[in-house]
C-alpha cells in the first residue's frame, strides 16, 4: 500500500492574557459593538513578554506529541510556519527543536495566514517520498507585535497563539485515515493588499501591518471557495461528504459568506474567530485543537482544512482523522 500522511497528533497553546473589546476600546475609538458586527470577534489573546513564538510554539509541539504518545526523540522534521519569527535567524523552527530537544532538522516557512496549509503540504511531500517518518508542524504567530495601533481597522482584528500538528507516515487506501490531497495557490499581483511595511534592515519602515480589507474579503469568499471545490473534485467527493469544515479564522463574515456559498450547514464549520480572533497562520491548527479536544472531530471524520493570507496566497488541505 502507498505511503500517506496520517494526522496522529494535536496541540495548541493561547496566551495567558485574554484582551476583550471593551478593553481595547479604552485605548482605540472603537467598540464592542463596532468589533462584533463587523468581524464576530469578542476577545483574542497577546502574548506577554516570555511568551514568544519559540516559547508557543514549542508548547502547541508538546501537546501534539502527548496527543500522539510519541517521544520528541522521535521527530524527525519541524516545520515552523510564521510571520512573526524572533529573530530573522536562526529559524524558530530550531529553536522549537532546542526546546523539545528532537534530532533531525527545521526549517521556517512563511505564507503569512496560508502559513500552516503551505506546510502541511510541505510535511505531507516529506512523507510520501520517504525523507521523514515523523513530521512536527507548528503554525506560531506574535501579531500583536506588528500591529499598528493607530489603525482601528486592522488592530482589533488580530491574536496571538500557537497550533501544532504531528504526521506520522503509515500505509492505506482512499478510505483510511490520512491527508488525501493537499492544493496551493498564490497571486503575487494582489500582494499589495496585505503586507507588512518593513523588515529587518529597514528602520525608516515602522514594520506594520497593512490591509484593505475590503479588497482582501472580496478575494477571500472567491478563493477559499475554489480551493475547498478543488479539494472535493480531486478525490471525486461532494460537499455532503464532508464532516467538517476547517477554516481559518479571519473574520467571521468571510466564515458565512463561505459556507454560504458552499451550501455548508453552520454546524459543519469549526469557528473560533470569535474568542481567538485572526492568528494568521496558528488559526487553523488552533480551531481543529479545540475540536478535537471537545469531542465534535473523532476519528474517521473527513475535515477539510482551508486558509487564505497575504501574498495573495492560498490552499486547503482534506484529511481524513
Known amino acids: 500500500m502507498p505511503i500517506r500522511s496520517i494526522l496522529a497528533g494535536v496541540g495548541a497553546y493561547l496566551p495567558e492574557r485574554a484582551v476583550t473589546n471593551d478593553e481595547l476600546s479604552r485605548t482605540i475609538d472603537t467598540s464592542d459593538e463596532w468589533i462584533r458586527e463587523r468581524t464576530g470577534i469578542r476577545q483574542r489573546h497577546f502574548a506577554g513578554k516570555r511568551e514568544t513564538a519559540t516559547f508557543m510554539g514549542a508548547a502547541a509541539a508538546r501537546a501534539a506529541l502527548a496527543d500522539a504518545g510519541l517521544a520528541a526523540a522521535a521527530v524527525d522534521v519541524i516545520i515552523a510556519a510564521t510571520s512573526t519569527p524572533d529573530q530573522a535567524f536562526p529559524s ?31 510535511a505531507d511531500g516529506m512523507i510520501r517520498s520517504g525523507q521523514a517518518r515523523n513530521v512536527l508542524v507548528v503554525g506560531t504567530e506574535v501579531y500583536s507585535r506588528i500591529l499598528n495601533w493607530q489603525d482601528r481597522g486592522t488592530c482589533v482584528l488580530f491574536g496571538d497563539g500557537a497550533g501544532a500538528v504531528l504526521l506520522q507516515a503509515g500505509e492505506g487506501g482512499p478510505g483510511d485515515r490520512g491527508i488525501l490531497s493537499t492544493h496551493l495557490h498564490s497571486q503575487g499581483a494582489l500582494g499589495d493588499i496585505l503586507y507588512v511595511d518593513g523588515a529587518v534592515g529597514q528602520p525608516d519602515k515602522p514594520g506594520h501591518l497593512v490591509m484593505n480589507g475590503r479588497e482582501v474579503f472580496r478575494h477571500a469568499v472567491v478563493r477559499l471557495a475554489e480551493a475547498v471545490e478543488e479539494a472535493l473534485a480531486a478525490n471525486g467527493l461532494t460537499h455532503a461528504d464532508i464532516d467538517w469544515l476547517v477554516p481559518h479564522q479571519a473574520n467571521r463574515r468571510i466564515i458565512d459568506a463561505m459556507g454560504r456559498k458552499l451550501g455548508l450547514s453552520a454546524e459543519r464549520v469549526v469557528v473560533t474567530v470569535d474568542r481567538h480572533a485572526n492568528t494568521s497562520a496558528a488559526s487553523v491548527p488552533l480551531a481543529l485543537a479545540e475540536a478535537r479536544a471537545d469531542g465534535r472531530i473523532r476519528r474517521g471524520d473527513l475535515v477539510l482544512l482551508e486558509a487564505l493570507g497575504g501574498g495573495l496566497t492560498w490552499g486547503s488541505a482534506l484529511v481524513r482523522m
Open 92 to 122: 524558530t523552527a530550531v529553536r522549537i527543536q532546542a526546546e523539545l530537544g528532537t534530532g533531525g532538522f527545521g526549517f521556517d516557512l512563511a505564507a503569512a495566514c496560508a502559513g500552516f496549509i503551505y506546510a502541511l503540504s510541505v
